[in-house]
């Protein structure tokens, strides 16, 4: 049974609330406990209830993933508990031949056979949330979560505020009101190059062709299966058409890195770094503010003096020299920004076909994810 009809038939959750999860599921990824943790609708305690009743494990409890025996842990690396989303817990018995090992909400059969070889001993899964197994990835094995998991909801509302009070919502609620009329106050500096590179990050080439037609992109993106094979679609449409472009997300009144991607000869770092630790504000004066409040594409020179948010990303992309003009471009479900598309040409203002075509596809964009949210509602 999937665990929104449980969770509907035991009246836990009504069915627009499921829809709401099942819609925030398709714009923004993650599991769909997560999105209802994330609206409210459920806390983390009745989340890990219901996945240990579908899947017959028991509970991967706060106090057992705080007291892991460390000499297990470290026989799994940190990459392949991210791949795997699996945290080792303890030994079980007098002959250390089992181990219990928190796996992330469902239990699959390769992911077991995988940690038995890995870890040398039979597997006991035992179930955990996802955005409680993320923060305890990154707390055992330092592994940076995405900022679209780290979400600075309103006071009383962040669900990853509920996994431990170390980590206290800020409150996000008069950020516009707040922020000064000369710029805006960013927050703590952020970087993308210092993760380790995981094995599936290869740097890129020197030579840059197109990638895909305009037309193979706006196909790719109408035919979509998944938000992630939309991104693809507007990554490879940027390869050999612009220096850089970045697919954000936008919740919360910020704006998250979701993928990017930066051309080798206008960028002082070897290869693309993920981006999913970035995170910046929408207040003050940005291009991508402008683009986000008028629900349509910002191009031009940004429109802040000080152009802090732009500084930032180009910082944090390593771009050489900063651009003059950029453009930004919103991706609206029911006239709201969910994705802001940001790209820049270094030669010179971003091309009007490039701007008329990442509009053309922003549209085809909304079109996929109206779709894609109708058929995991039938589903």
């Known amino acids: 049974m999937k665990l929104g009809t449980l969770l509907l038939r035991n009246a836990a959750i009504g069915l627009s609330q499921l829809e709401a999860a099942l819609r925030n599921q398709v714009l923004y990824g993650g599991r769909l406990g997560t999105n209802l943790v994330e609206l409210g609708f459920i806390d983390l305690e009745l989340l890990s209830s219901y996945l240990s009743e579908m899947s017959g494990f028991p509970i991967a409890t706060p106090s ?45 059969a390769a992911v077991i056979d995988e940690l038995r070889a890995k870890l040398g001993v039979a597997i006991k899964p035992y179930v955990v949330p996802e955005l409680r197994a993320l923060y305890y990835l990154e707390k055992h094995y330092g592994l940076p979560r995405r900022a679209r998991f780290i979400r600075s909801g309103r006071p009383g509302t962040d669900p990853v505020a509920s996994i431990t009070p170390a980590e206290p919502p800020a409150d996000v609620g008069n950020r516009r009101r707040e922020q000064p009329a000369q710029g805006m106050v960013m927050p703590p500096a952020f970087t993308l190059a210092p993760r380790r590179r995981r094995p599936s990050q290869a ?23 998944h938000r992630e ?34 051309a080798p000869s206008s960028t002082t770092k070897p290869g693309l770094t993920e981006i999913d630790e970035l995170s910046l504000p929408l207040g003050g004066a940005s ?60 030669g010179g203002p ?30």
């Open 64 to 108: 057992l993933l705080d007291d892991v025996e460390h000499d297990l842990l470290h026989k799994l690396t940190a990459d392949d508990a991210h791949r795997l989303r699996a945290i080792p817990l303890a030994y079980l018995g007098d002959g250390r031949d089992t181990a219990a090992v928190a796996v992330v909400e469902t239990v699959d």
């Open 350 to 379: 971003p091309p009007s076909q490039v701007v008329t075509e990442l509009t053309e596809l922003a549209t085809h964009a909304q079109t996929a994810y109206l779709r894609l949210i109708r058929v995991a509602r039938g589903s």
């Open 203 to 225: 740097p890129l080439g020197e030579e840059v062709p197109v990638a895909s037609s305009f037309q193979d992109a706006c196909d790719r993106i109408d035919t979509a299966q």
């Open 287 to 346: 291009s991508f503010q402008s683009a986000h409040d008028a629900g349509a594409p910002f191009v031009g020179a940004p429109p802040s003096t000080a152009r802090p948010v732009e500084v930032k990303l180009w910082q944090a992309l390593g771009v050489t020299p900063e651009p003059v003009e950029v453009v930004v471009v919103p991706i609206l479900v029911k006239q709201r920004a969910v994705n802001l598309v940001y790209a820049h040409t270094l």
């Open 229 to 262: 094979e939309i991104a693809d679609a507007l990554i490879d449409y940027a390869r050999g058409r612009c220096d850089a472009l970045v697919v954000l997300l936008i919740r919360d009144g910020n704006a998250f890195g979701w993928r990017g991607y930066v």
